[in-house]
């Protein structure tokens, strides 16, 4: 005859198997929840995740979970399992809130076009605000890449540096890392190595024949910088670039004051001046020290070193910049400066 187990006996493997049916049944419909519900649906701020090269699943659920992005890693890692994409998670830099489904989750981490593998650098941005925004994008910790440049050291391989220029100034690579749209690895990220681009970059998009044009207009190639980096500064409209390089070159040519605000905000790194900023003795106000700064104050773009490469000659002296549409106001005297002033600045 078969075996009839006691009936206590029925009893507890009937407990036992509903149990185990009952967790099965709760930790399906939680999974079925977290693939096609966020975590938080009233958390929708992003947070930035870095994945780096060769990451497990485990090791970005795990981010995940302590960043509190998913309710449990299990969830992403058996989403994952399930649609065989293990082995398709990416290096990036992914932006990813609570809000997000795993499902979702999952397709952007395994989606090239969400990666955010590049960086964009501005035109006429300082080293300090390339600094700020590694920072903001997670990156690099602040002053990192201030100090990478500080330490640079390899001269020899970008000889065209006017090292004896640079090398006084207190962050040495102002005005040649050339500001343009980077490919980078954000899991392996390296200040020196977005430096080497930068300067590369800064090589190659310079005329061929730079250095006979150079000996030609009798100015070295980091006064060039320099005034490209002040016309990054003040000047918005490109068709006004070339006159305001004429009158930046014939000032300093007759001795004049340069009179420009940028170089001491640089200095004082803030957005306005006093009156009583512009009587302090620094190397940067050119309200109180003729010729040039003591060098670049932010990297310019090809347009703003092209436009003091072939500055424009005019009667002018002077400018300002109108604050309603950005266009600059020549004048060619002091009244009419004056004159110019009282209109649009006041």
């Given amino acids: 005859m078969p075996y009839t187990p006691p009936k206590k006996n029925r009893k507890i493997w009937?407990?036992?198997?509903?149990?185990?049916?009952?967790?099965?049944?709760?930790?399906?419909?939680?999974?079925?929840?977290?693939?096609?519900?966020?975590?938080?649906?009233?958390?929708?701020?992003?947070?930035?995740?870095?994945?780096?090269?060769?990451?497990?699943?485990k090791n970005v659920a795990n981010t995940l979970e302590e960043k509190g992005i998913i309710r449990n890693s299990r969830h992403l890692r058996s989403y994952?399992?399930?649609?065989?994409?293990?082995?398709?998670?990416?290096?990036?830099?992914?932006?990813?809130?609570?809000?997000?489904?795993?499902?979702?989750?999952?397709?952007?981490?395994?989606?090239?076009?969400?990666?955010?593998?590049?960086?964009?650098?501005?035109?006429?941005?300082?080293?300090?605000?390339?600094?700020?925004?590694?920072?903001?994008?997670?990156?690099a910790k602040s002053g990192e890449f201030i100090a990478a440049t500080k330490k640079f050291s390899d001269w020899s391989t970008y000889q065209f540096l006017p090292k004896s220029n640079m090398q006084g100034n207190l962050l040495p690579l102002e005005g040649f890392l050339f500001?343009?749209?980077?490919?980078?690895?954000?899991?392996?990220?390296?200040?020196?190595?977005?430096?080497?681009?930068?300067?590369?970059?800064?090589?190659?998009?310079?005329?061929?024949?730079?250095?006979?044009?150079?000996?030609?207009?009798?100015?070295?190639?980091?006064?060039?910088t320099t005034t490209a980096s002040m016309l990054e500064k003040e000047v918005r409209h490109d068709t006004d670039m070339p006159i305001v390089a004429g009158i930046i070159w014939k000032r300093i040519q007759s001795d004049w004051f340069l009179n420009i605000d940028a170089t001491l905000l640089y200095d004082l790194n803030r957005q306005n001046l006093t009156k009583k900023d512009l009587e302090q003795d620094s190397p940067y106000n050119t309200y109180t020290r003729k010729g040039m700064p003591p060098g670049p104050i932010g990297n310019p773009g090809i347009k703003t070193?092209?436009?003091?490469?072939?500055?424009?000659?005019?009667?002018?002296?002077?400018?300002?910049?109108?604050?309603k549409n950005g266009q600059a106001i020549f004048a060619d005297t002091n009244d009419q400066q004056n004159r110019n002033r009282a209109k649009y600045l006041q």
């Fill in 14 to 57: 009937i407990i036992v198997i509903a149990s185990i049916l009952v967790i099965l049944f709760i930790r399906h419909r939680n999974y079925t929840n977290a693939v096609n519900n966020g975590f938080d649906p009233q958390d929708t701020k992003k947070q930035i995740v870095l994945v780096k090269s060769g990451d497990s699943a």
């Fill in 305 to 323: 070193i092209m436009a003091s490469l072939n500055p424009v000659k005019t009667s002018h002296w002077f400018y300002i910049t109108d604050p």
């Fill in 80 to 139: 994952l399992d399930d649609n065989d994409l293990e082995t398709k998670i990416l290096a990036g830099r992914f932006e990813l809130s609570p809000s997000m489904p795993i499902k979702q989750i999952a397709n952007t981490i395994t989606d090239a076009k969400q990666a955010k593998n590049f960086v964009t650098i501005p035109e006429g941005y300082t080293i300090k605000q390339i600094d700020s925004r590694l920072t903001e994008m997670q990156l």
């Fill in 179 to 224: 500001p343009d749209t980077y490919k980078i690895d954000p899991g392996n990220f390296s200040p020196n190595h977005l430096i080497e681009l930068m300067l590369t970059n800064f090589k190659k998009k310079l005329p061929a024949d730079i250095d006979t044009q150079l000996a030609q207009k009798n100015i070295t190639l980091f006064d060039l």
